[in-house]
């Protein structure tokens, strides 16, 4: 575009010889992250930044359209969602002089999950929702994983199978993107062409698909006839790992595919008890997209009374979660929610590798700036 | 409403004699707030909670509307917004073994706003806003303040007068409540119904007549000319204390007021010198609404490098602040912005004593149930 400028005043002078970037170079996303107060100004962050507002703005709506109420779940937490990942302490700044040992009574940390305090909330609200920061003090340098990171999650009443869930799964992914596509086709236009070339055909054909459902223990016959050298050999009652999952989404011709139905023994004590055997299961689902992997994390809850009180005793659990057995003792419905990470929403949308460039301000391990 | 039913199914059991809450029994707010698992459940918490999911969405909505980018400022932050209150700060839990004393290499805190990050992208995009949990380690046990708590901020750039700024915030008043009263008025109605009688009245009255604006020094006239007996005795270049706050919306006619034009001493470094004397005042704002005080503050921000540079200086911050002089250096313009306290909002439209009541789960000091 040209501008004939009749009059030209400067607001504010830039001194092109300081500033880091350079005029019409196209720098790499990588040079760009040590200039975390100054890389939104650049083409590339700030058409991603627009797709993150806009994706936000589509993902409120999906849940709102749909009848969810929004919660906003704790940030500060005394209970840690059974060890979904390494925790942070919060405590006040040695400054201030508390008589007691902690300011809150008891030891208090940043949330990993809003998935139990969702739980609570389903009781009262059918469909519920909450989009906000989790946390993990994962010592990690890998392109996936930040200590801080958004998800969505959703919470379900009355839900009685899987399939009910994964419907929501899929139709939020397909809905929002849509919404996306539709509402800054430039934005991502800019992030298709010059940062992932190739990704506009590959998102179509996510798009276009049904998304895939395989149960876990088919996940496992699939590895184990694969011809390729896995690092960790496949094996019933094992987590799948990156690999694995990669050759499964390769396996699947590239469309998302929900895995069903995990070992009981692998997974958290609030998943419901498919009560199958002798390889037992839960009602559990993942959904493996390309590029990025898991996607999205769900499942069934234990709602029923006595099979949940069996499961925390058998974990030494009762004591603590005493409050999410008073759920099912006052009332209980079956349900089922899921988590997405939204910052692997974005990469999996526009084809972005590393989840720094995808978040305003990333967290990791040795980096806090600003 | 009467049901004949023609077949019962009982899907989840409740002991109702274990039931903290009697059937048909209205119990107090106070009391209710020792059951945060089950108080959802109650028509109250059931109404403030959907009336704080409307309001969440009527206030994203109107930012999208206006074309205000949405932005997640970090919650993780290695800086402090220059005092704006206690902070709580972050380390990995002592489970794991970090071979470095810091987990991000540098202290980490909890953020107290997200200002001065939304100052970095108003230098990218035109109008941004965050909307996100907020976090003071303060001893306090007031019914007006949190550990945790949510804020709306936003900032814009090219904004040269406070005028502008105060019609942002009075259209965000008024436009997000009429919103969330035509979206669910019955809700609303519970609340104004019986637990705060008198405060549909109240509202109205607020939503149509037009926001008074006074200057501070006009308001240290008024508080000094009142014939009440203050605890803090009223004086130029000392803070509005709560009981001064209220004294002038009650002289206001219980209208909502901005206060503007704070003595420079009072104010953090970023806010924009008035240059004027020998009563030297930055363009700050405060607007004060009955029932609640302080519910919004903003400024325009000193956007004059040398200005800033000179503020920071006699501070001591210049090296701490080294980046966000930067955002000056290169291509700075005049902006300003303003946070909004969301749970006082909430506290305000419906009339609701306590801020504990209009958050799911509310943390202060000796608290952090689940």
């Known amino acids: ?3 004939k400028a009749e009059k030209i005043e400067v607001v504010g002078n830039c001194d092109a010889t300081a500033f880091p970037f350079k005029y019409k170079e196209r720098h790499p996303l990588e040079y760009l992250r040590q200039y975390p107060h100054l890389r939104c100004r650049t083409n590339a962050l700030g058409s991603i930044l627009r797709v993150r507002s ?15 109420v929004h919660i906003h779940t704790p940030i500060i937490t005394s209970n840690d969602c059974e060890g979904a990942g390494e925790l942070f302490q919060v405590e006040p700044s040695s400054k201030i002089k508390m008589p007691e040992e902690n300011f809150f009574n008891v030891p208090a940390f940043l949330t990993v999950s809003g998935q139990l305090h969702l739980e609570v909330m389903s009781g009262a609200f059918t469909q519920v929702f909450t989009f906000g920061p989790t946390f993990r003090a994962e010592n990690s340098q890998s392109r996936r994983h930040l ?31 849509m919404m996306v596509l539709s509402n800054c086709p430039e ?22 698909n049904n998304f895939l459902i395989i149960s876990y223990t088919e996940a496992v ?16 009652g094992v987590d799948l790992h990156t690999e694995h999952e990669k050759y499964l989404v390769k396996h699947c011709g590239n469309i998302p595919v929900f895995v069903i139905n995990y070992p009981l023994a692998l997974k958290p004590f609030y998943m419901r008890d498919n009560e199958d055997g002798p390889q037992h ?57 899921f ?17 720094k460039d995808v978040i305003p301000f990333p967290r990791f391990t040795h980096s806090c700036i600003l």
Chains 1, 2 share one sequence.
């Open 1 to 3: 575009m040209e501008l």
């Open 281 to 337: 299961t839960v009602a559990a689902v993942d959904l493996l997209v390309p590029g990025v992997g898991e996607l999205f994390g769900g499942s069934l809850r234990e709602e029923r009374y006595h099979f949940l009180e069996q499961r925390l005793a058998r974990s030494g659990l009762t004591e603590t979660y005493q409050w999410y057995l008073d759920l099912r003792r006052f009332g209980s419905v079956p349900h089922g929610g």
């Open 147 to 177: 200590a801080e990171f958004y998800m969505v999650e959703a919470e379900i009443s009355f839900v009685e199978s899987l399939q009910d869930l994964m419907q929501v799964m899929e139709g939020l992914f397909k809905t929002a993107t």
């Open 339 to 355: 988590g997405m990470g939204f910052e692997r929403y974005l990469q999996c949308i526009l084809g972005i590798d590393n989840i």
């Open 221 to 236: 016959e699939i590895l184990k006839q694969s011809s390729q050298n896995f690092t960790f050999t496949p094996e019933w």
């Open 54 to 68: 806009e994706a936000t703005a589509a993902i409120h709506s999906f849940f709102k359209d749909n009848g969810f």
């Open 187 to 208: 934005d991502v236009e800019l992030c298709h062409k010059f940062i992932a070339p190739g990704q506009k055909e590959r998102l179509e054909h996510m798009l276009k």
